[in-house]
């Protein structure tokens, strides 16, 4: 029975690298899939891994019908045992449907790889609607960790190693921009209290945690407009919240949907 399966995890947690696995196993005996990609970080057409494996994949974008594609692919004579879709966060809910027509009307078994939540904590479009429609949602096992060690499972975004809270739901970067230049965009992942307190490596650096801290929405309120105070090395409110500006704009040269500057 053809499925629609949504491989899920934080950003670094090894999606893109199964993908791969899974095109090579299956192409290793003679299968043939197709691959797809949107606002992959190597580049247009292109499905990479941290590891340094790479493949050529078709480039998604948000006008692309998956559906119409692969029938058109089919009618032309040609041949698709399964898809692939990686980054599928960035589909449109729309486009997820088109998956599910692929399996359903076409046979053809579909593995889509994508985050689930942005660095709001709020879900993608695309990763709702694979969640409401996938046979089978698998979390990866191969699971990142937050930097006090304990499971990451959620992605944050930083400039300069500081977590931000504020920007487009869509700007392609990586991980890292730790302690870079404070204009650096990076993404960091966190466990649900580190990002709650928007504490990243950096900030950690600053602040000793105490178990017995109050909640900081408790004893704090929205973090203060303008400069950070001490700035990358400089002492933390004694609650443990991170001394950031949550309204850090992203900086000029960043990708935004479609490639636009954000
Ligand atoms: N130098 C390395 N040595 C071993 N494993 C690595 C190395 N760099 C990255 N990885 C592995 O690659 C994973 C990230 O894989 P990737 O497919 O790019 O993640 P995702 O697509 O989920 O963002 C990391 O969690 C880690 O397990
Ligand atoms: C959290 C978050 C991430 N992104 C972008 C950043 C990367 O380009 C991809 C995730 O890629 P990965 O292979 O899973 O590391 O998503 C974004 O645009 N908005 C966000 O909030």
Same mark, same amino acid.
């Given at each position: ?16 690298? /199964? ?26 057409? /292109? ?9 050529? *994949? ?17 009618? *032309? ?52 609607? /694979? ?36 920007? *487009? ?37 600053? *602040? ?5 801290? /109050? ?48």
């Amino acid at each position: 029975m053809p499925e629609l399966v949504f491989f899920s995890g934080t950003m670094d947690c090894g999606k893109s690298t /199964l993908a791969l696995q899974i095109e090579h196993n299956r192409s290793a005996r003679g299968l043939q899939g197709m691959i797809f990609t949107r606002n992959d970080r190597a580049g247009e057409g /292109l499905l990479s891994s941290r590891l340094g494996l790479v493949t050529e *994949a078709v480039e998604a974008d948000e006008d692309f019908d998956f559906h119409l594609h692969l029938v058109r692919h089919l009618t *032309a004579g040609g041949r698709s045992d399964y898809v692939i879709a990686d980054e599928a966060q960035f589909l449109s809910p729309e486009q997820v449907d088109q998956l599910a027509r692929i399996v359903d009307d076409l046979g053809i078994d579909v593995y889509a790889f994508g985050i689930t939540t942005d660095f709001r904590t709020k879900l993608f479009p695309g990763s709702q609607r /694979l969640m409401e429609l996938a046979d089978r949602i698998e979390v990866l096992q191969v699971e990142a960790l937050c930097w006090c060690g304990a499971r990451a499972t959620h992605n944050a975004r930083t400039v300069g190693g500081r977590m931000v809270v504020e920007g *487009a739901q869509v700007v392609v970067g990586d991980i890292g921009g730790r302690g870079g230049p404070a204009a650096e965009i990076g993404y960091e992942v966190l466990c649900r209290r580190h990002h709650r307190r928007r504490l990243t490596a950096v900030t950690a650096g600053a *602040a000793t945690l105490s178990p017995d801290v /109050l909640p900081v929405d408790a004893v704090a309120g929205p973090p203060p407009p303008g400069p950070v105070p001490g700035g990358v090395n400089g002492s933390a409110p004694a609650n443990g919240s991170a001394p950031v500006n949550g309204s850090v704009p992203a900086p000029e040269g960043v990708r935004g949907p479609g490639g636009s500057p954000t």
